[in-house]
C-alpha cells in the first residue's frame, strides 16, 4: 500500500507539467540524404520517462507473473486430476468393467473436469491400469 502512495506521489509533480514544452528539437538536413537531428530535452521529462520506464517493466512483470501463476494452476488442476483417475483402481465398480472404453467412460462421468485433458493421455493411462487390473486386450 505504501509503495502505491509513493509511486503516485512521485507521479503527481508532473501534472503541473501538462502542457508544457518538454523537448526541443533541431533539425538539419544535409547533402546526399542525410540528416541530423538534436534534442534537447528537459530534466524533469527525462525523469518522467524514466518512471514510465520503470512502470512499463513492473507492469511485464507482473503479466509475466500472472501468466506462471495461471500455468501453475492449470498444471496442477492436470495432476489432480491424474490422481483422481489413478485411485479409480480401487473403485470396485470401475475395476468390474470389462472394457477399456467402458472404464474411460466411467471416469469421464465420475471426475469432473476430466474430458479437458487430452484424451490419449487419459486413454494411456487407462490402459495402463488395465494391465495392472490384468484385463484382456480388447477395447
Given at each position: 500500500?505504501?509503495?502505491?502512495l509513493?509511486?503516485?506521489?512521485?507521479?503527481?509533480?508532473?501534472?503541473?507539467?501538462?502542457?508544457?514544452?518538454a523537448?526541443?528539437?533541431?533539425?538539419?538536413?544535409?547533402?546526399?540524404?542525410?540528416?541530423?537531428?538534436?534534442?534537447?530535452?528537459?530534466?524533469?521529462?527525462?525523469?518522467?520517462?524514466?518512471?514510465l520506464?520503470?512502470?512499463?517493466?513492473?507492469?511485464?512483470?507482473?503479466?509475466?507473473?500472472?501468466?506462471?501463476?495461471?500455468?501453475?494452476?492449470?498444471?496442477?488442476?492436470?495432476?489432480?486430476?491424474?490422481?483422481?483417475?489413478?485411485?479409480?483402481?480401487?473403485?470396485?465398480?470401475?475395476?468390474?468393467?470389462?472394457?477399456?472404453?467402458?472404464?474411460?467412460?466411467?471416469?469421464?462421468?465420475?471426475?469432473?473436469?476430466?474430458?479437458?485433458?487430452?484424451?490419449?493421455?487419459?486413454?494411456?493411462?487407462?490402459?495402463?491400469?488395465?494391465?495392472?487390473?490384468?484385463?484382456?486386450?480388447?477395447?
Amino acid at each position: 500500500m505504501s509503495r502505491r502512495l509513493t509511486e503516485g506521489t512521485r507521479l503527481s509533480g508532473y501534472k503541473a507539467r501538462i502542457g508544457q514544452e518538454a523537448f526541443c528539437q533541431l533539425r538539419a538536413s544535409l547533402p546526399e540524404c542525410v540528416t541530423l537531428d538534436l534534442y534537447l530535452f528537459e530534466d524533469w521529462y527525462d525523469e518522467l520517462d524514466s518512471l514510465l520506464t520503470e512502470a512499463t517493466d513492473k507492469l511485464h512483470d507482473m503479466e509475466d507473473a500472472a501468466k506462471n501463476k495461471l500455468e501453475q494452476a492449470k498444471e496442477s488442476l492436470k495432476t489432480a486430476l491424474m490422481e483422481k483417475l489413478n485411485a479409480l483402481i480401487d473403485d470396485p465398480a470401475f475395476r468390474a468393467l470389462k472394457t477399456q472404453r467402458a472404464m474411460y467412460t466411467y471416469a469421464t462421468v465420475r471426475i469432473e473436469g476430466l474430458s479437458k485433458l487430452r484424451e490419449v493421455k487419459v486413454k494411456q493411462t487407462i490402459e495402463s491400469m488395465a494391465d495392472k487390473i490384468g484385463m484382456k486386450k480388447h477395447t
